[in-house]
């Protein structure tokens, strides 16, 4: 349902959670008019009997801002190897399954997504297509196909590239194509090139301990990229990969499973953001057998050794003041889209983060990612009216965002999503 901003409208008598990793703040009211919020005030000081207000009273409901996916494969559904990511459906079937995962994002409470390696580039096509109103569904950063290689610098293998359709995801072994490659991502609309400094001990041309692309290279792209406006990030699972990217000067680092003090003291001191990597490996752990995976195949990762460290550095890094969003690869059979809150979930009752922090990464900080810092992911006079209205506090109960039921209302750039206010029935 969506309904056209035409009078002010009143969120009256709500808790507020602003998005700046605080406590969120009961009796006030949330003055909105055209695409932006007007107002935050006291229930007192509300205009609540003005004819002139359309009034929503929602008595015991929170308000917190519209949440950002930071590292979103929209095109993907339960996929189980790398290989199914392209070839596991048809591209009209993935079309399909993008679009109907880009409504479920909004339902959901996030009104804005950040692409990390479009097949297809089909990214670029469903901005265009929420933008033109074809379709329903957040704002999109659209993402770059994902540039891989076929292997480490030492042993690429030209025949990789003959393999995989251009269209799906090019293979791109030199700096050469790496960069004419950014070029044409570029002019087909994507605003953040998908890189890979390392490799994952999940995918069949590297290890997350062996470097994919040099420094060289790495440093290649992002020349290109910044000198069109465009940002870059890179899959950085291993150390050395880390650190290439760091050096190379890349936007957003994915998953920095190992990195160390001295990576993340640099990683804060260049305002790189990290979109970290503690749910997606340990759902594969837990429930990868019950998606096929033997348990040998299991035990031959060393993605333990990544949860663990990665349970050290998301503290450190949040003193540090690294800005980390959510996002860790949903699409996969044991992280299916529609679960995003199972993600904050495991922040805040297996790493021990605060869910006020936790709400904050994927407020303020993922619509600071999506190049809106100045302008959502915070309640505030002048921010974008990109709200989501719950029954129940999740900043004192993350939990209440895993439960569809208790997402009430979805406002984006004030008009109304979803609407789904449960209105008590008089005795």
């Not at 609540?48 to 590292?71: E, K």
């Not at 990214?123 to 480490?152: F, H, N, Q, Y």
């Not at 490799?199 to 020349?223: C, F, H, I, Q, W």
């Not at 503290?315 to 540090?320: G, T």
Request: some cysteine; glycine content about 8%.
């Amino acid at each position: 349902m969506t309904t056209p901003a035409t009078r002010p409208l009143l969120l009256h008598d709500v808790t507020v959670q602003e998005g700046l990793g605080r406590a969120s703040v009961p009796g006030r009211s949330i003055l909105i008019r055209g695409d932006r919020i007007e107002a935050v005030m006291p229930v007192g000081d509300a205009p609540a009997g003005s004819p002139d207000v359309d009034v929503r009273v929602l008595t015991g409901r929170t308000v917190l801002p519209g949440m950002t996916l930071g590292h979103t494969h929209v095109a993907y559904h339960n996929v189980v190897t790398a290989r199914d990511t392209m070839f596991k459906y048809s591209l009209p079937e993935i079309t399909l399954i993008a679009a109907a995962n880009a409504e479920r994002l909004l339902q959901l409470g996030y009104t804005a997504m950040v692409g990390a390696g479009s097949v297809a580039g089909i990214d670029m096509a469903l901005k265009r297509a929420i933008a033109e109103g074809r379709i329903t569904g957040p704002r999109v950063t659209a993402c770059s196909r994902d540039l891989m290689v076929s292997a480490p610098p030492d042993r690429r293998d030209p025949a990789v590239a003959r393999r995989i359709p251009v269209e799906l995801m090019p293979v791109v072994d030199s700096a050469a194509e790496m960069v004419e490659r950014t070029d044409k991502e570029i002019d087909e609309g994507a605003e953040i090139i998908k890189t890979f400094s390392s490799g994952d001990d999940t995918y069949p041309n590297a290890k997350s301990k062996e470097l994919l692309y040099t420094l060289d290279e790495l440093r290649a792209v992002v020349e290109k990229a910044h000198a069109r406006g465009v940002r870059v990030r890179a899959h950085s699972r291993g150390i050395d990969g880390i650190r290439n990217a760091i050096s190379a000067g890349v936007d957003v680092i994915d998953h920095a499973s190992y990195a160390d003090e001295e990576c993340l003291e640099q990683i804060a001191e260049r305002g790189i953001f990290v979109v970290p990597s503690l749910y997606q490996p340990r759902q594969l752990l837990l429930f990868g057998e019950q998606h096929g995976k033997s348990p040998e195949y299991l035990e031959k990762l060393e993605f333990q050794d990544e949860i663990d460290n990665t349970l050290w550095l998301l503290p450190r890094a949040q003193e540090l003041g690294i800005r980390l969003v959510p996002g860790d690869d949903f699409g996969f059979a044991w992280t299916p889209h529609g679960t995003y809150n199972d993600e904050l979930r495991v922040y805040v009752e297996v790493a021990g983060i605060p869910a006020p922090t936790v709400l904050s990464w994927a407020t303020a900080n993922g619509a600071a990612l999506a190049g809106r810092g100045d302008d959502a992911g915070v309640v505030a006079p002048g921010r974008l009216a990109d709200l989501v209205v719950t029954d129940g506090d999740p900043a004192a109960e993350i939990t209440v965002l895993g439960d569809p039921d208790r997402i009430e209302m979805v406002l984006l750039g004030g008009e109304i999503k979803r609407d789904a206010v449960r209105v008590p029935v008089a005795a």
